[in-house]
């Protein structure tokens, strides 16, 4: 089976918080800026992550699932089909009706998933207003807490981010 991952895309997706009517007992009260947002339960989170609406990035994927099929091709012959194949056309009718031009940015629109880890969440300085660790992997203001694994990297590598996290923990075991 093929395993593509766009480690760094183009693309950037929305996160938008929405909010909802709550109910009390007695009456309904919308949350407004009059009445501010008290609770996760008076908002929905919606998250668009906007797989296949840049060029670059279904050009990506269409030179890796080429070099994909041309593997399958060269290795196993007639032995499998390579996507979008018999049961994506059972799972969306009419979307994969053939492997025409087009065919990745509809399955990526469809089918993709996200391969990412929490990476650039924790900045890493010296400055407590713009950072949340220190080079010793000390968290702010926070005593004997260290943050110790992707969060600290400005982007996600494109490399195995579990090896990296390791070495992570390796330097700051030695800090």
């Known amino acids: 089976s093929y395993n593509l991952c766009l ?3 183009s693309a950037s997706g929305t ?9 009390t007992t007695t009456t309904t009260t919308t949350t407004t800026s009059e009445n501010p947002i008290r609770r996760l339960k008076d908002v929905v989170v919606k998250i ?3 797989y ?3 060029e670059d990035d279904i050009k ?4 890796a699932f080429a070099v994909c099929d041309a593997m399958k091709k060269e290795l196993f012959g007639a032995c499998f089909e390579a996507l979008p194949g018999a049961l994506y056309k059972h ?3 009419g979307v994969f009706s053939s492997v025409a031009s ?4 509809r399955y990526t629109a469809h089918m993709g998933l996200p391969y990412f ?3 650039g969440t924790c900045r890493m300085g010296d400055a407590k207003d713009d950072s949340v660790v220190t080079e010793a992997f000390r968290v702010h203001g926070v005593g004997n807490l260290r943050v110790v694994d992707a969060s600290i990297l400005p982007t996600c590598v494109s490399a195995p981010t579990a090896l990296t996290s390791a070495a992570i923990g390796y330097e700051a075991s030695n800090s």
């Open 15 to 23: 996160v938008r918080i929405v909010p909802t009517k709550t109910k």
């Open 52 to 54: 296949a609406n840049h």
């Open 7 to 9: 480690m760094n895309p």
């Open 102 to 105: 087009g065919w990745v940015k």
């Open 117 to 119: 880890h929490w990476c």
């Open 91 to 93: 799972i969306l009718p």
């Open 60 to 63: 990506a994927f269409e030179g």
């Open 48 to 50: 668009d992550p906007a």
